[in-house]
């Protein structure tokens, strides 16, 4: 029945105004599951690309280091009594294993050598082998840059045997400070260090240098990365090709792509008959996994943040396709409602109840035939915007931000777009094919399962507004199946707005608690860790710490009187132990640190717990600005402190947390202790008094410029308890006024730094931070006006069908007398009953739509629940006020209509 096509174009082309609706909404859900689909792909290629920067384009590394030249520090105390078994691979066994088929890329590398340097500071004892510089020889056998994050600043990498590139730090610290193109000759061997006792890692630590051979290089280039080893005063070097050494290699491994990289691996560890110890990839003793390029490659037997991601993704996408399916929905049960004598003519020509639901069927078809490619291109479209938008941005975790047009997202938002259409519609067109011919032709039919039942309500309107408020509570409900609709219609608007809106505050709120927001620089002296049992019997080195401390203070007054400064002043910290914490660990602290591995581990099983101490004096204190319930300095002089317990961390760029660590009270009482080592390096602790909390507060203080990480405490300068602790930093703090910080730079700049004495530049830091969470806002707050507009043409177009559907009823009313002013209350108020019911019974599920975006986001934000009071407000105004608007131009339609036209219309 071709013809049915034909009947079809019709209809729509005369139904202009909702058809162009229903594919606004189809457009606009299809647009926003592709986009979705594509952000979700650009933020992986950010996290790929952030982890190749990172950690370099490798996915395993197999090799051990000789025995004798593995460090004991880093080794956890569980691990040192257990019989290790590393893999120890000669060149030809390295060699031989590079060559595996399942390896799309792979080299040799020997990596645990050092080269001593010169002393770090000549005045430093030559005996101890921490205080000399290293170079951390990184042998390769092929160009640094294609596995490593290595780039070379000045020169160029080693490309041929005996060439050498050194951090850029090192410039004038090699000896006989040679050029680009001299040779140099460099003392290797290994450099251990090693805890005085293995049994508590609070130990001191002794470092050991074994010269093995001399190696003369060409020096070709200095390179970015200053260091990725945990020893100190050490520094990096690569070269191309082995100068001696044992025959002892690591192969570097890039495995094929569409394979399992973990199985993968242990298959060609198997090939090669090398025997590794543990049940999986993780546990193999000897391999190293490139554990972030390897998860957001979707390889990594760790999950959770995919799960988040994934979860996320399947709810945001199903909230879409709802919001679509009830627009789609409901214009097609509207349209089906008003066609009853149409299909009651065609079922009496002939037309069998399939041929009725093809009719309804192919309706959607069409539209979706136009609205799913638009869609689709709009989708591309707002996500190129969107991208350059973001690019615009400072921010160093988009800089891989880039549109990669991949099929799998489009492909998806088409499939579930027309899947969203087909079902969708698949209701209204039953209930088409069920209409009866003679009842329809008649005029009395109405649609299976839609029944009119009389309403008794209307009391309370009825005394406010007469007459129009006791009708308009009874038609509202008149018609119970036209009721849910609409008020489906508007509280899933509102179950959006509350929700999505609700989460993107939390959302935001929890990355600007960890972007710091204080001090814009920072000057700051550490004062050296012998320094406290030096002074008490040199004078000199009392003498050096007062020349530093002195040097600061006139740093604060020439900062003083610098244009665009705001404050600048001088805070001095310590460090001290507490039994007083145990026990007060809050419960979200515990959980965070169980995930982390810390929570019952030997360290955490520890009685003691380590604060920060800031001392300040009355003018620095009065510049903390700690609100108006702050205790006096008094009362920190005669014994209090301020107490800072929030943790605030991004954890590798996947989840961002800020809670309590404790739950102590103000004026719970919390015992110093003092550390000290022994001359046997044993570590013991002396008790040097107790301090009243006095407040808490969550925002770390200004001067620090941070987020907190770890207890703190603010002390004044004066109290008994400060003459306890002597300091080990005295930090310049510097705020400046908006816009104005170029002459501070400029001031900082000129100040001669060295090892103990920096400058940190933290309002770079916060620039970057700003706009990373305005990057966020941006994709969050994009996602919920597209809902929104959605979830509003959804409400106009049912509430404004809904009316017209009722031209006939109205028409009688008019016809027996009702007045046009008391018509157009009654249908207001309608409107308003309409939109208020959908905002009550929205609120309710938007609330609980909010706890199951918290719940499902917090492997990647950890947000915290707050009740929406202001939203649940706005959305009651907002719903009202889109409900009578969505009803005025129908009603003042229908009211223009001659009555007897409005009599004969079709219902």
């Known amino acids: 029945m071709n013809s049915l096509w034909t009947l079809t174009g019709r209809y729509l082309r005369k139904q202009r105004r909702r058809t162009i609706l229903t594919t606004l909404g189809i457009t606009m859900a299809v647009a926003l599951v592709a986009g979705l689909g594509l952000i979700i792909t650009g933020v992986q290629q950010i996290l790929i690309g952030d982890a190749i920067d990172n950690t370099g384009n490798w996915h395993y590394i197999v090799g051990s280091a000789p025995s004798d030249a593995e460090s004991t520090l880093n080794t956890p105390i569980e691990d040192l009594d257990m019989e290790r078994h590393p893999i120890t691979l000669s060149y030809d066994q390295a060699t031989q294993l590079s060559q595996n088929v399942r390896f799309e890329k792979a080299g040799l590398a020997r990596e645990y050598q050092f080269a001593q340097l010169d002393l770090a500071t000549p005045d430093s004892d030559p005996n101890d082998a921490s205080n000399y510089n290293y170079l951390q020889m990184r042998e390769f056998d092929f160009v640094a840059d294609e596995f490593r994050p290595y780039r070379a600043v000045s020169g160029r990498l080693p490309q041929n045997p005996g060439e050498i590139a050194v951090s850029m730090g090192l410039m004038d610290k090699l000896p006989g400070n040679p050029q680009l193109g001299d040779t140099i000759t460099l003392q290797i061997g290994y450099f251990t260090g090693a805890r005085t006792d293995v049994e508590n890692y609070e130990s001191p630590v002794e470092y050991t240098f074994t010269p093995k051979q001399t190696c003369t290089y060409t020096l070709v280039g200095y390179i970015n990365v200053v260091s990725d080893s945990s020893m100190m005063n050490t520094y990096n070097a690569v070269t191309y090709g082995f100068q001696g050494g044992e025959d ?198 109405t649609l299976h399962g839609e029944r009119i039942k009389r309403s008794r309500r209307g009391k309370v309107l009825g005394k406010i507004f007469g007459t129009p408020g006791v009708m308009a509570a009874r038609n509202i409900r008149r018609n119970p199946r036209r009721f849910r609709t609409t008020v489906f219609s508007i509280g899933l608007s509102v179950t959006l707005f509350i929700s999505i809106g609700s989460f993107a505050q939390s959302a935001s709120s929890s990355i600007a608690s960890v972007v710091p927001n204080g001090a814009d620089f920072t000057v700051q002296y550490y004062v050296p860790s012998s320094t406290e049992q030096d002074a008490e019997t040199d004078p000199q080195v009392d003498a050096d710490i007062q020349k530093n401390l002195n040097l600061l203070q006139d740093l604060q007054s020439t900062l003083h009187q610098t244009n665009g400064v705001s404050k600048a002043e001088v805070i001095s910290s310590s460090e001290a132990a507490t039994r007083s914490i145990q026990g007060h660990y809050s419960k979200e602290y515990q959980e965070l640190m169980s995930e982390y591995g810390h929570y019952g581990s030997s360290s955490w099983d520890s009685d003691v717990e380590y604060m920060t101490l800031m001392f300040v004096d009355e003018s620095g204190y009065n510049s903390l600005d700690l609100g108006g319930n702050a205790p006096s300095y008094q009362q920190l002089t005669d014994g209090g402190a301020i107490l800072f317990d929030t943790y605030s961390v991004n954890n590798q760029g996947t989840s961002i947390t800020s809670i309590r660590m404790s739950d102590l009270k103000v004026g719970d009482s919390i015992n110093l202790l003092k550390t000290l080592y022994d001359e046997s390096g044993e570590l013991s602790f002396t008790d040097k008094g107790s301090v009243t909390v006095s407040a808490i507060r969550q925002e770390a203080p200004w001067v620090t410029g941070r987020s907190n990480t770890a207890f703190t405490l603010v002390l004044s300068k004066d109290s008994a308890i400060a003459n306890q602790f002597s300091p080990y930093s005295y930090t310049l703090s510097v705020k400046c006024l908006d816009g104005q910080i170029e002459d501070t730079r400029t001031v900082l700049d000129s100040l001669e730094t060295g090892r103990y004495l920096n400058v940190t530049d933290i309002i770079s830091e916060q620039l970057e931070s700003r706009n990373y969470v305005a990057t966020i806002n941006l994709f969050l707050y994009g996602f919920l006006t597209v809902i929104v507009l959605i979830s509003v043409l959804n409400i106009i177009n049912t509430v404004s069908t809904n009316l017209l559907l009722r031209r006939r009823e109205i028409g009688m009313m008019r016809a027996v007398g009702m007045s046009k002013g008391q018509l157009i209350r009654m249908l207001l108020l309608e409107c308003t009953l309409y939109g208020f019911s959908g905002a009550l019974w929205g609120s309710i599920a938007g609330e609980l739509l909010y706890l199951a975006l918290l719940h499902t986001g917090q492997g990647l934000i950890g947000t915290t629940h707050f009740f929406p009071t202001s939203s649940i407000l706005l959305s009651f105004l907002l719903s009202i006020l889109i409900a009578i608007l969505a009803g005025a131009e129908p009603m003042f339609r229908i009211i223009r209509t001659p009555i007897v036209d409005s009599i004969r219309a079709e219902e």
């Open 248 to 445: 002892c290699y690591t192969t570097y491994v890039r495995m094929k792509p569409g394979s399992d990289f973990n199985q993968g691996m242990l298959d060609a560890l198997k090939e090669n008959g090398i025997d590794h110890t543990g049940t999986d990839i993780l546990t193999a003793d000897g391999i190293v996994s490139n554990y972030s390029l390897l998860r957001w490659s979707g390889q990594s037997a760790n999950l959770e943040a995919n799960a988040a991601f994934s979860g996320l993704f399947i709810l945001l996408a199903a909230i879409i396709l709802v919001t679509m399916g009830a627009v789609i929905r409901n214009s097609f049960a509207m349209s089906v409602s008003e066609r009853i004598t149409q299909f009651g003519i065609l079922r009496s020509i002939g037309a069998s109840p399939k041929q009725i639901r093809g009719l309804v069927l192919r309706e959607g078809i069409l539209v979706s035939l136009f609205s799913i490619p638009l869609g689709l291109l709009s989708g591309i479209a707002a996500m190129a915007i969107v991208f350059r938008v973001v690019a615009s941005y400072e921010v160093s975790f988009f800089k891989n931000f880039k549109l990669v047009i991949t099929p799998w997202p489009l492909i998806l938002a088409a499939v579930l777009g027309l899947l969203a259409v087909l079902i969708s519609a698949w209701s209204p067109a039953v209930k088409a094919g069920l209409v009866s011919p003679i009842e329809a032709v008649r005029g009395h039919a």
